[in-house]
């Protein structure tokens, strides 16, 4: 069964500064789908990025890109001049095995301090 | 474009008294999702359903959880009787196309609704 395993409960990061949010997934699938989304206090999810298992290059969105490494089952985000507003939970999440919906990890905290 | 709509907002009940959530995809969106979050975890599928027919409610707790998406637009979500562990955020979610992979992150949720079971 598909599995997203994030490992920092919360990480704090200042104004400007580049920082990476781990995520390691499990899934028998050769076709699947990653993606993170970004929960503000509001509570809505924004969608930031989303990285196919067939693809060859990481994918980029603005100041977001994801290092996809396969082998290892990872799919970090990588937040490059990280800004206040981007203080929220993260949650990276991959299609469940019918390809239909989304499985979500626990998420990270992310805390930018000028 | 309008998103994804849902109401009330926030609720609070005793256990063992009912509540129910409404959601309104956004126009067009033939798959509508529930999503159940509690407090430091991550969401849930509860429910999917294509248009107005059931796709997965495999982890949707039948003795007490229930959900109908009539006309294959509006849905609601009903929760009877009430339990503690039901406190919670009920995210609602859409996306166009009719059945097919999830493949590039098309989910659009609303803001949610917040339960609280006293």
């Known amino acids: 069964a598909q599995k997203i395993t994030q490992t920092q409960p919360g990480m704090f990061v200042q104004e400007k500064e580049a920082v990476t949010l781990d995520c390691t997934y499990d899934?028998?699938?050769?076709?699947?789908?990653l993606f993170w989304y970004k929960q503000p206090s509001s509570g809505e999810m924004i969608f930031l990025i989303y990285?196919?298992?067939?693809?060859?290059q990481n994918a980029t969105e603005g100041r977001y890109s994801l290092n996809f490494q396969k082998a290892r089952k990872s799919a970090n985000l990588v937040i490059s001049a990280s800004q206040l507003g981007d203080s929220a939970m993260y949650f990276c999440?991959?299609?469940?095995?019918?390809?239909?919906?989304?499985?979500f990890g626990k998420g990270t905290t992310l805390s930018v301090s000028s | 474009e309008a998103g994804v709509a849902q109401s009330p907002r926030y609720k609070i009940i005793e256990k063992r008294q009912s509540v129910a959530f409404w959601c309104n995809p956004i126009?067009?969106?033939?798959?509508l999702y529930w999503y159940q979050q509690i407090l430091g975890q991550g969401p849930k599928l509860l429910i999917q359903?294509?248009?107005?027919?059931?796709?997965?409610d495999s982890q949707l707790p039948k003795d007490r959880f229930s959900a109908e998406r009539l006309k294959g637009v509006d849905s609601t979500l009903k929760i009877q009787p009430a339990k503690l562990e039901d406190s919670a955020v009920y995210l609602c979610?859409?996306?166009?196309?009719?059945?097919?992979?999830?493949?590039?992150?098309?989910?659009?949720f609303g803001e949610g609704s917040r339960l609280t079971v006293l």
């Open positions: 979610a859409s996306r166009p196309g009719l059945a097919g992979r999830v493949n590039t992150g098309e989910l659009f």
């Open positions: 899934t028998s699938d050769q076709s699947y789908g």
């Open positions: 990285q196919g298992s067939y693809d060859e």
């Open positions: 999440a991959m299609s469940n095995q019918a390809g239909t919906a989304l499985i």
């Open positions: 126009s067009g969106h033939a798959t």
């Open positions: 359903f294509q248009n107005n027919g059931v796709v997965d």
